[in-house]
C-alpha cells in the first residue's frame, strides 16, 4: 500500500520558518513524483511544490518561489518542504501526495493522476 505521512508544521510568526517532511512508505521516492498541496478554509485546494526524484525536476507555485524549496532523501524515503518568510495568507493544512503527473494553471492542478494522499499537517503563520 503506498502511504505517506506528513509531519512538521505548527504555529509561526510572519517571517518565520518552518520545514514539513513527507515520509512514504509502500514505494520508492524514483516511482512516484512527490507534491505539496495545501488547503486554507473556504478555499480549493492548491498545489505549492513537486518533485521528480528520479530525474532531480521540481515545479513551485509563483508565490512561493524563493521563499520555499523541495527537497528528497532518498535513505529516508522523504520529501522535504523548506519554508521560509512565511506570510499569514500561506496558514492551511499542508498536505503530501504521489502523483504520476499533473499540469498546473498557476495553482490549480487542471489534470492529474493521483495515486494516494496523506492526512495533511496544520500550518498557521500569525501576524
Known amino acids: 500500500e503506498v502511504k505517506v505521512v506528513e509531519s512538521g508544521g505548527g504555529l509561526v510568526q510572519a517571517g518565520g520558518s518552518l520545514r514539513l517532511s513527507c515520509t512514504g512508505s509502500?514505494?520508492?521516492?524514483?516511482?512516484?513524483?512527490i507534491g505539496w498541496f495545501r488547503q486554507a478554509p473556504g478555499k480549493q485546494r492548491e498545489g505549492v511544490s513537486c518533485?521528480?526524484?528520479?530525474?532531480?525536476?521540481?515545479w513551485y507555485e509563483d508565490s512561493v518561489k524563493g521563499r520555499f524549496t523541495i527537497s528528497s532523501d532518498h535513505a529516508k524515503n522523504t520529501v522535504y518542504l523548506e519554508m521560509n518568510n512565511l506570510h499569514p495568507e500561506y496558514t492551511a493544512v499542508y498536505y503530501c501526495?504521489?502523483?504520476?503527473?499533473?499540469?498546473?494553471?498557476?495553482?490549480?492542478?487542471?489534470?492529474?493522476?493521483?495515486?494516494?494522499w496523506g492526512q495533511g499537517t496544520q500550518v498557521t503563520v500569525s501576524s
Open positions: 518533485i521528480t526524484s528520479k530525474d532531480g525536476s521540481t
Open positions: 501526495t504521489t502523483l504520476l503527473w499533473a499540469a498546473f494553471a498557476g495553482a490549480q492542478a487542471t489534470s492529474a493522476v493521483f495515486v494516494s
Open positions: 509502500g514505494f520508492t521516492l524514483d516511482d512516484y513524483t
